[in-house]
């Protein structure tokens, strides 16, 4: 079992990246235009404003000319042109279509990294990207804290109340999912015994980690990353019990975590890893080695670090940050 870090102190240098997105996460996409050189990412809603506040930092200690790091957001506008003179494209909204739009793009480099929250999947084309870990996260489900969902539930409870379908959906639960290609999508179901194929309908789709369906309505459930979830009013996040699982489904790594919100003083979640998709070919380039490798400045430098667990994320084993480990 993983244990949860405490959280860190925001070191003075990295102070600036973490404020920088406590009121709404309110931070320009991407800050700046990114030049042919700058490493750009897109993809993941989970991951989307730690790399902000990375970029950020990362950003302020390197001059121009090098080579600055810019993270598209998941949703924004429709489309974006990653650098300049790229070709404009619709903006990859979740880690499959980050990892997706990184493929597409092949070696134009007018992407270079897609933000991920999973891990390698189905895709034969993803076996030429590593899929870099740089930190832990835990995913539970959220309610209103008003809710008429118990706060605890079990994974085989989980299970049921997504696996329904019309007109056996379960009385007073209201369940979301977010959309497809979803990195937290596919994480949830396959923590709770379910596929594509048994997802039952009575779940409807919401934007990932988009709380209002679920503060409004004190029948919603939705997963909810802890770190995304941390401290947004009216939240609840929930407490799962793995000790009840669907018949064959193997224990899933449980992580405790103290959320600042709810009854509960711990909860138990579902921990799993934050990634930075790239090229097998860009991996060991020092323009890519030296921000997201195991010696890079995202494992290594106290402001990163900083930054990574002054936004609720755990930090990665120092065995297995900037490797490609699920």
Known sequence: MRSILGKAAVTLGAAAAV??????NAVAD????PLTGDIVGVGSDTSQDLLDGLASQYNSETARPGDWLASWRATGSATITPK???AE????????????????DGDAHTIDFARSSRWVGSNPA?????????????LTFATATNSNVPATRTTAQLHDIYSRSTPNCVPLVKPYIPQPGSGTRQFFLASIGLT???????AAVSQEHDASVVVNDANAIAPFSIARGWGVQ?????????????????????????PPNG?????????RGIYNVVRNSDVNLPKYDNVFGPNGWICTDPDAQAIITGQHFRLADSLECGQHVK
Do not use: K, M, W
Request: charged share 15%; aromatic share 6%; net charge negative.
């Open 126 to 138: 993803e076996a030429n990207y590593s899929f870099l870990q740089f930190a832990r996260d835990g």
């Open 19 to 24: 404020l920088s997105l406590a009121a709404g």
């Open 263 to 271: 009854a509960l003083a711990t909860i138990n979640v579902y921990d």
């Open 30 to 33: 991407p800050g700046f235009t």
């Open 89 to 104: 494209i619709t903006r990859p909204n979740g880690s499959s279509a980050g990892i997706n739009a990184l493929i597409a």
């Open 196 to 202: 594509e194929g048994t997802l039952g309908n009575c």
């Open 234 to 258: 009216g939240l609840r996040l929930g407490d799962v019990d793995d000790s009840s699982r669907p018949a064959g489904l193997p224990a899933n790594l449980i992580a405790q975590d103290t």
């Open 84 to 86: 300049t003179g790229a």
